[in-house]
C-alpha cells in the first residue's frame, strides 16, 4: 500500500464546472472530494464561457410552458451524431436522462438558473430539434457572496452583468425596443455596482460563482496553484495522485478514484500542431489559460483511448490592432455581410452555428478568409464588441479593416480576387432579392434567424452587399477550446482501446471526446456534458445507481 501524505475518498483534478458539480454530488453520498486546480483561479473553461448548459426536457422549459423531453433529445442527438468512441447510444442516453433530474438537484441547492427562451438548437430543422432551444442560463451573481474567495473567480474578458439572452438582446440596441431596454437594465447594474462597491458577475462566472459558493457552503475542499503531476496507479487501479503544492510534491490518495476534467489542449502549440488541422496557432484561442494538455497526455500513457482529437470549439475571429481577439459568434449573422475567400466565393451559411463555420473554413482551405459588409453593416450592428456607428481611426489606419468606395477596391486591398468576389455578390444579392439562399440555405433554420435582425424584412439574415462604402476584415477559426480526448463510458470511466476501463479513473469535460461528437448541438452543450459526466462519475465512484 502507498505511503500517503494524505487522503481524500474522491480527488478532482481542475475546478471548472463539471468538477464543482461531481463534488457537491459526493458531498451527498457522505464522500471527501478534494480539488485541486493548477492555476490561481477557480472556475476553468467554464467560468471564462457565455455561461449555458444544454438540457433537453429540463423543468424550466415545462415551466414556461415549452414542450419537450429527454426523448426527444436522444433523437435529436441520435440523428445528427454518428455513433463513434465517446458518443456512443449509452452515452447519448446517460445524458439526456440525468440532466433534467441533475438540474432539479441544483436548484434544490439554490443555485438560480435562467430559461434563455428562443435560442434555438442549431439543427432545430432536424428531427427532434427544438427551435425554442434547450439552454438554461445562470441568474446573476454577487462576488460579494464568496468573500476572501472573490478574487480567486476566473472571470471572461466581457465582465458584463447579463443573464440568460440579454446578451443577445444587447447587440440590438439601435434596433429593437427589447436591445435598448435590456441596455438601459444592463447599465443600470453597472452602475449600481459601482455605488456598492461589489460586481454581479454574469455568463460563465455566474455559473462558476454559484458553484463555488455552494461548494464552499458544503465545505469542500478546494486547492489553487496545486497541479496534478502524476497519476499513481497500483495493481492496474489508479489510487491516487501526486500533486506539488508549496513547492513540494505531495501524494494525496483517493480510495474511491480520481476524476481529470482538467481541459483539453488549446494552448499548447506542440499538441495543436501534432493533432489539430493547420494551419493553428496557440494566439488564435480564447480558452482558458490552463488549458496545455498536460493531464490528457498523462491519461494517455496509461493507455487509454482517444477520440477526435483534432475537433476544436471553433469561433471565427480576427486580430485587433491592440492585440485583443474579436470573437464573431453573431456578428456574421446580420444582414449586409457576406464571408469568402481569397477567390471571392462564399463557402458556408454565414448564420450556422460558430463550430460548424470554423469546420467549413478548413474544408474550404479558407485560412485567412474575409467578412465583406456593406455600409449599412456598420451603421446598424455592432463589431468587435464595438457599437455600430462607431468605426476606431486605427482600425482603417492599421488595416484591420479596409474601407473602400468599390467592391473591386476592396478586393485589390483585400488580395481576393476581384472578378470571382463581384460575381459573388451579384449572385448573393439575386438570392437576396428572392427570398432564398440557394447555395447555403442562410436562414432557413430558427437558429440562423435567432442572430439576425429581426427588424430587417422580409429576412432577418439576407441583405443585400451594395451601398458603399465597403469593408472587409481578415477572419480566422479561432477557439474556445479543443473538444476531443479520451473515450468514457456513460459513468465517465476512462477506457482503453479494447473498451476495458482503467480502474479508479473517471474524466470529464474537454479532457474527453465529446458525447456529441464533432456536432455542436445547442448553445451549453460542452458545459451540459462537464456537469452530466461529473456527477455521474461522482455517483457511480459512491455507489450510486446511476
Request: hydrophobic share 35%; charged share 20%; with cysteine.
Amino acid at each position: 500500500m502507498s505511503n500517503w501524505d494524505e487522503t481524500a475518498d474522491f480527488v478532482i483534478v481542475g475546478s471548472g464546472g463539471g468538477s464543482m458539480c461531481a463534488a457537491l454530488a459526493c458531498v451527498d453520498q457522505g464522500m471527501r472530494p478534494l480539488i485541486l486546480e493548477k492555476e490561481p483561479l477557480v472556475g476553468g473553461s467554464t467560468a471564462m464561457s457565455g455561461g449555458i448548459i444544454w438540457v433537453p426536457g429540463n423543468s424550466l422549459m415545462r415551466e414556461a410552458g415549452v414542450d419537450d423531453s429527454p426523448e426527444r433529445g436522444l433523437e435529436y442527438l441520435q440523428g445528427l451524431v454518428p455513433e463513434q468512441p465517446g458518443s456512443t447510444l449509452a452515452r447519448k442516453k446517460a445524458y439526456v436522462e440525468t440532466g433534467p433530474a441533475m438540474i432539479d438537484w441544483l436548484r434544490a441547492k439554490g443555485i438560480p438558473m435562467v430559461y434563455c427562451k428562443g435560442w434555438s438548437d442549431y439543427y432545430d430543422e432536424q428531427p427532434g430539434g427544438q427551435p425554442l432551444g434547450r439552454s438554461l442560463g445562470m441568474a446573476l451573481f454577487d462576488v460579494r457572496k464568496l468573500g476572501p474567495w472573490k478574487d480567486k473567480l476566473r472571470r471572461n474578458f466581457l465582465r458584463l452583468p447579463v443573464q440568460g439572452v440579454e446578451g443577445h438582446k444587447m447587440t440590438l440596441a439601435t434596433r429593437t425596443l427589447a436591445g435598448a431596454l435590456t441596455s438601459i437594465k444592463v447599465g443600470a447594474r453597472i452602475v449600481k455596482s459601482k455605488l456598492l462597491g461589489t460586481e454581479y458577475a454574469g455568463s460563465g462566472a455566474a455559473i462558476q460563482g454559484w458553484m463555488l459558493f455552494t461548494a464552499l457552503k458544503a465545505g469542500i475542499d478546494i486547492r489553487t496553484d496545486c497541479p496534478t503531476t502524476d497519476l499513481i496507479v497500483e495493481n492496474g487501479r489508479v489510487t491516487g495522485v501526486v500533486a506539488r503544492r508549496d513547492g513540494k510534491d505531495v501524494r494525496i490518495g483517493a480510495t474511491r478514484g480520481v476524476l481529470v476534467n482538467a481541459g483539453g489542449f488549446a494552448r499548447n502549440a506542440e499538441m495543436r500542431k501534432q493533432y489539430g488541422p493547420q494551419p493553428s496557432f496557440t494566439e488564435w484561442t480564447v480558452s482558458n489559460p490552463g488549458d496545455t494538455g498536460e493531464m490528457l497526455k498523462a491519461v494517455m500513457g496509461l493507455g487509454a483511448a482517444t477520440h477526435g482529437l483534432d475537433r476544436a470549439i471553433w469561433v471565427v475571429s480576427s486580430r485587433q490592432p491592440n492585440g485583443n481577439i474579436g470573437v464573431h459568434a453573431n456578428e456574421l449573422a446580420k444582414p449586409h455581410l457576406i464571408v469568402v475567400d481569397k477567390h471571392g466565393k462564399r463557402f458556408t451559411d454565414e448564420s450556422c452555428s460558430y463550430m460548424e463555420t470554423g469546420q467549413n473554413i478548413y474544408k474550404a482551405g479558407a485560412v485567412p478568409c474575409w467578412a465583406i459588409m456593406d455600409s449599412r453593416h456598420r451603421a446598424r450592428y455592432a463589431w468587435a464588441l464595438t457599437p455600430p456607428r462607431y468605426t476606431p481611426s486605427e482600425w482603417i489606419s492599421s488595416g484591420y479593416m479596409k474601407k473602400a468606395a468599390t467592391l473591386e477596391e476592396l478586393a485589390g486591398k483585400c488580395g481576393i480576387d476581384k472578378a470571382g468576389l463581384a460575381e459573388t455578390v451579384a449572385r448573393f444579392n439575386g438570392f437576396v432579392a428572392a427570398g432564398r439562399d440557394e447555395d447555403f440555405h442562410r436562414g432557413e433554420r430558427a437558429y440562423d434567424r435567432y442572430f439576425g435582425d429581426p427588424t430587417h424584412k422580409p429576412s432577418p439574415t439576407l441583405g443585400t452587399v451594395d451601398e458603399a462604402p465597403f469593408y472587409a476584415v481578415e477572419l480566422y477559426p479561432g477557439d474556445v477550446g479543443t473538444y476531443g480526448g479520451l473515450v468514457t463510458d456513460e459513468n465517465g470511466r476512462v477506457l482503453k482501446d479494447d473498451g476495458s476501463v482503467i480502474e479508479g479513473l473517471y474524466a470529464t469535460g474537454n479532457v474527453t471526446a465529446g458525447v456529441t461528437g464533432a456536432v455542436y448541438p445547442g448553445a451549453g452543450a460542452s458545459i451540459g456534458a462537464s456537469f452530466i459526466f461529473g456527477y455521474r462519475a461522482a455517483r457511480h465512484a459512491g455507489g450510486a445507481n446511476s
